[in-house]
Structure formats: structure tokens, C-alpha cells
């Protein structure tokens, strides 16, 4: 800790401590001995005279008479650095995919595409790859159904390694938009006791070992057999615990880990995925929700293409030709907006087109809801007032009880990507909805926010791992988290 010492105010007399100032602020140098090849790759030529070390693995090995080229990887940047080693250099054991530390000079480089280049005076290999039996193959482009089985690699492929910055930089541009808007980043739990959604999706949370629970009850005159005495699960939303916090700080979002036990194998279902949830006070119609949504989807757009422009390209020209169209159009225009009954309106007209019917009262499907985005102009759609039924028990009815204040936010090729709500806040209304659902014991506390210094609120939760689908025109959502999980699948 900093050394302190107390300080005295002077109109109160009252001493709080004062923290040295004498440590600045704390960076990690970068020095030629630790310098990222991202970095090596932004060297300016004149500067390159000093030895520099460079650590990765090998993505390619050209052989030539006197000279051998390679390509160094160390995930970065999309970009490996060329090494280029004579004939002094010692090359045994040098293999695609094995680890290696490289000494040399950079120099600028004659070849295409490359501003510099490292002449090695000295490589080792640190870690030694058999490419006999290596399940990655040089020059290759693997397909996703093939390193999805193999997740322990899946990151040295070149799609998945843009994958991982791309969600790292969307991660960054969330943090900042909200950062930036004055909300409070909030740590919601992973284990509750709730199941906020109501849909009875949740994974249930019990020590493994049989003489844990024997344990607890042994010190307890608890008899439940369950650890934390009430049913406990993964969380399947944070919304409530959102909820709790906006009624003391306003605006509030958290981004973390979700859980669903659906026994879907859908491309756009996970069991477990991430959420981007906000919550905030005084917004008190799904106008507010949709302008917030439309600016973050936008924002967090606009600095991820610009920040991870060559990932996001390797996805558009690779990955999902064409798909680039689909994001500018989403940053040069406005979402439109339909209410259910417009929408289901819009899709009994084409009825004839659909495996199920469409019909109001019940959820739009995956095909109702492309067909919505495409009829709209391939432009994300936010449909409003959904029927009160299909609903959970905290969204705020509508003039018209038989629909409730919720907004979707559809876009081109997922479908759903954000599901959001005013919350009811009315005591009584909430009171009779929880009693209808014989909830209201579990639920004093959510009713007490209305009690005491109740705010009319709203908020939404955003798929991350379906805002990247869309992003980069993935098909399978499980390509765009490092290890997916989902009924019959727990890898690793
Ligand atoms: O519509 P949902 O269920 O909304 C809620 O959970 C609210 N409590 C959020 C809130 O208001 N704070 O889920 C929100 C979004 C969906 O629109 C979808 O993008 C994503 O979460 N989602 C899933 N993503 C991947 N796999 C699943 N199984 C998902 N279920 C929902």
C-alpha cells in the first residue's frame, strides 16, 4: 500500500488520509526484448538498428536454396512478422505450429505487404510440433465444423484468432459507450435464487459431493438438503439484481455470463452466453429503450470495424461475403419500428411463405422474424407491444391490458438480438401478477422497490455472442465464443 499520512480538514476539523503521490502512474514498458510483433510491425524503419526478440509460433516455413522464411504468429495482430534465416542461422526441429523465441535485426523488408522484416541471428524452439500427427494443417483453411471439435487449438486458426480480438475490441466499445453515457458497471451474481425470466430454463446449483451437503446440515437446523437453503440456479438474466441497483445509481449495465438449459441445438442458442444488460431510471417508454439500444448497437459497431478493420474484413471477404453492405446500411440508417400486430399483420399476408403460421398471441419464429427484417429492407427492426401473455410477469401493461410495453430489436440473418421492457411499476398491478403466479413470497423484495422510492424503469439485455453473429455474418454461434456449450456438448 502507499505510504498516507492524516490529513486535517480545515473547516471541520474532521482527519482523513491523504495517499503519497510519490509513485506515478504504473505502465509495462515495451522494450525490443517484449514487444509484441504487432508492435514490431509499427516500428518505423529508421529506428531498427537495435537487436529485438520476437516469440510465437510458426505459421509457415518457405525453404530456399540459401535462405529460409518464416512466418511468425504470436496473436496480436492478423499480421505475422516474415523472418527471414540464412544459412548461419540454425533451423532444426523449425515446424509449422511448433513455439519459438527469434534474435535478430529489423530490417526493412523487400517483399510485398510488409513494411519490415526480422533477420534472425538466432532461433530457438521452445516448443516442438510433429506435423505428422499435428490436427492443424499449414496453408489450410479449416472449416468451422472441423475446429469446433478440436477447441484446445481453435484459437490458432486465423479466423478464430480475429474472432478473439474482434470480441475483445466489442467488449472494449461496450464498456466505453456505456462508460461514457455515465453508467455504473455493476458485477450481477452468477448463482441466484431467481429464475427472472420465469420460463424454468435454469441450471440448478448443488455441491457435487454428498458429504458437502451432510456438512452443512450437520451445523444447521436447515433440513432442506439444499446447500443455500432455497433452490439455487445460474443466473438465466441479471435483470432484477439491475433493477435492485438502478433504484439507488440510475443507469447501471452489466456484460457476463448467462445460462439457459433449452435443449435447443439451434444456430443461434447457447446454454451458456454472454449478455449485455442495462437498466435505467426515469426512462419510463420503449421509445427510451430503443434510442439507447439503437445508439450502443451503432457506437459499438462504428469502433469495433474501425478498431479491428483488418479482422472484421477477414470475416466479410472470408467468412460472409457481401455481409459488409449489411453493416453499413445498419450505421447509414435508421432501425424501423412495427407493432405485433403490425408485424403479424405484415406476415398473414405471406402466410403461404412460412413452415408455421404466424398468429397473434404467440412468439414470432426465426423465419417470421428474417422475413420481418427483409421486408424492412434488410434494416434492423424493433417490433413493439407484444402481446401481455408471451411476456414475463415484470413487463408494464399497456393502456390496452392485453399487450405490454416490451420491445425486440430484429436484425438481418439472426433474427432476435435484444429483448427489453418497461418494468412494471405499479405495486398493486405487480402484486396481483406475482400472486397470480403464487411467486409473492420470493418476491417481497422486488415488490419493496416499488414500495419505497419506486421509479418508473426500463432496460433490455443484448445477446453478445448473437450481436458478433451479426457482426461478422456468422452462421453458427457457436463460432463466435471459445468454447461453447450447449445440450450434448461440454468440451474441454
Ligand atoms: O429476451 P431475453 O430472454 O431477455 C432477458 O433475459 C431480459 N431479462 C433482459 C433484460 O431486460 N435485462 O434475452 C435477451 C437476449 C435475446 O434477445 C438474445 O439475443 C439473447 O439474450 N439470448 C440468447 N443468446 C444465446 N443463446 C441463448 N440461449 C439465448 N437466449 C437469449
Given at each position: 500500500?502507499?505510504?498516507?499520512?492524516?490529513?486535517?480538514?480545515?473547516?471541520?476539523l474532521c482527519r482523513s488520509i491523504q495517499y503519497s503521490s510519490r509513485v506515478g502512474p504504473i505502465t509495462r514498458t515495451i522494450s525490443s526484448q517484449n514487444a509484441s510483433i504487432s508492435h514490431l510491425l509499427r516500428r518505423d524503419p529508421k529506428e531498427m538498428c537495435d537487436t529485438v526478440v520476437a516469440k510465437g509460433w510458426i505459421k509457415s516455413v518457405r525453404e530456399q536454396k540459401h535462405v529460409m522464411f518464416l512466418s511468425l504468429h504470436d496473436g496480436s495482430c492478423i499480421d505475422s512478422l516474415q523472418i527471414v534465416a540464412k544459412e548461419h542461422v540454425c533451423t532444426d526441429g523449425i515446424a509449422f505450429g511448433c513455439s519459438v523465441e527469434v534474435r535478430g535485426h529489423l530490417i526493412p523488408s523487400k517483399s510485398k505487404g510488409q513494411k519490415v522484416e526480422l533477420s534472425a541471428e538466432e532461433i530457438k524452439v521452445i516448443g516442438p510440433c510433429d506435423n505428422e500427427i499435428y490436427p492443424l494443417k499449414a496453408r489450410t483453411r479449416h472449416s468451422a465444423d472441423y475446429t469446433r471439435q478440436i477447441p484446445h487449438l481453435r484459437s490458432r486458426t486465423n479466423t478464430f484468432s480475429s474472432l478473439l480480438r474482434i470480441r475483445n475490441s466489442a467488449t472494449q466499445a461496450v464498456h466505453a459507450f456505456f462508460q461514457e453515457a455515465g453508467f455504473l458497471q455493476v458485477d450481477t451474481p452468477i448463482i441466484t435464487s431467481n429464475d427472472c425470466e420465469g420460463a424454468g430454463e435454469t441450471f440448478t446449483v448443488q455441491p457435487a459431493n454428498p458429504v458437502v451437503l451432510e456438512d452443512v446440515e450437520k451445523n444447521s437446523n436447515d433440513k432442506s438438503g439444499l446447500f443455500f437453503n432455497v433452490p439455487a440456479f445460474l443466473t438465466v438474466s441479471g435483470q432484477l439484481h439491475l433493477e435492485i441497483v438502478a433504484s439507488s445509481h440510475q443507469k447501471v449495465y452489466t456484460l457476463g455470463p448467462t445460462f439457459r438449459a433449452e435443449n435447443s441445438s439451434s444456430r443461434r442458442h447457447l446454454s451458456e452466453f454472454y449478455m449485455l444488460e442495462v437498466e435505467e431510471a426515469f426512462a419510463d417508454s420503449v421509445e427510451d429503450i430503443m434510442k439507447l439500444t439503437e445508439d450502443c448497437v451503432k457506437s459499438v459497431t462504428h469502433k469495433v470495424c474501425n478498431q479491428s478493420q483488418d479482422d472484421v474484413e477477414l470475416f466479410h471477404k472470408h467468412v460472409s461475403p457481401g455481409h459488409k453492405d449489411v453493416i453499413d446500411k445498419l450505421l447509414g440508417k435508421p432501425f424501423t419500428v412495427l407493432s405485433y400486430t403490425d408485424a403479424i399483420n405484415i406476415l398473414e399476408k405471406h402466410r403461404k411463405q412460412f413452415e408455421f403460421d404466424p398468429k397473434w398471441g404467440c412468439d414470432l419464429l426465426k423465419e417470421h422474424e428474417k422475413f420481418l427484417v427483409s421486408h424492412c429492407d434488410n434494416i434492423p427492426v424493433f417490433v413493439v407491444d407484444y402481446p401481455a401473455d408471451i411476456k414475463p410477469f415484470y413487463a408494464k401493461s399497456n393502456d390496452d391490458?392485453?399487450?405490454?410495453?416490451?420491445v425486440?430489436?430484429?436484425?438481418?440473418?439472426?433474427?432476435?438480438l435484444v429483448g427489453g421492457t418497461v418494468r412494471e411499476d405499479r405495486l398493486d398491478i405487480l402484486q396481483q401478477r406475482l400472486d397470480d403466479l403464487k411467486l409473492t413470497d420470493s418476491y417481497q423484495w422486488y415488490l419493496d422497490l416499488r414500495r419505497f422510492g419506486n421509479v418508473p424503469h426500463s432496460g433490455f439485455g443484448l445477446g453478445f455472442e448473437r450481436y458478433l453473429q451479426f457482426l461478422l455474418g456468422v452462421e453458427h454461434i457457436r463460432d463466435v465464443i471459445p468454447f461453447p456449450r450447449y445440450a450434448h456438448s461440454c468440451l474441454l
Open positions: 500500500m502507499a505510504a498516507s499520512i492524516w490529513k486535517t480538514c480545515q473547516v471541520c391490458p392485453s399487450t405490454v410495453a416490451a425486440d430489436l430484429l436484425v438481418p440473418d439472426v433474427g432476435e
